[in-house]
């Protein structure tokens, strides 16, 4: 069982950065594949990024040039680093865990989920 939990989410300016965090208890953190979706109101559950147990990344076309994931093994942490902020990027963030260890992009491969944390972009 892998407990994940978000922080770093606010209320910004359109073309700040934010660094979202997702820690993780259990002893295998290092072992699964990572990812961060987003849901804004009214939309569906949207892939922004994943990384492997490896280290592949892979990035949704809306947020590719912009938003770097990144895994900390020793801290048991997934980070999101987002750059040029616009409103569109507006939405729940939630970090996920695959069993897998694989880069998925599809939101229903994942075995684990946090709780979300709200961005909000203002323009």
């Known amino acids: 069982q892998v407990q994940l939990v978000e922080s770093g989410g606010g209320l910004l300016q359109a073309g700040g950065s934010l660094r979202l965090s997702c820690a993780a208890s259990?002893?295998?953190?290092?072992?699964?594949?990572l990812g961060w979706f987003r849901q804004a109101s009214t939309k569906a559950r949207e892939f922004v990024a994943s990384?492997?147990?490896?280290?592949?990344?892979y990035y949704g076309e809306s947020v590719k040039g912009r938003f770097t994931i990144s895994r900390d093994n020793d801290k048991n942490t997934l980070y999101l680093q987002m750059n040029s902020l616009n409103v569109e990027d507006t939405a729940v963030y939630y970090c996920?865990?695959?069993?897998?260890?694989?880069?998925?992009?599809?939101?229903?491969?994942?075995?684990?989920w946090g709780q979300g944390t709200q961005v909000t972009v203002s323009s």
């Open positions: 259990g002893r295998t953190f290092s072992s699964y594949g």
């Open positions: 996920a865990a695959n069993i897998r260890g694989a880069a998925l992009p599809a939101y229903d491969w994942y075995d684990y």
């Open positions: 990384i492997s147990s490896s280290g592949y990344k």
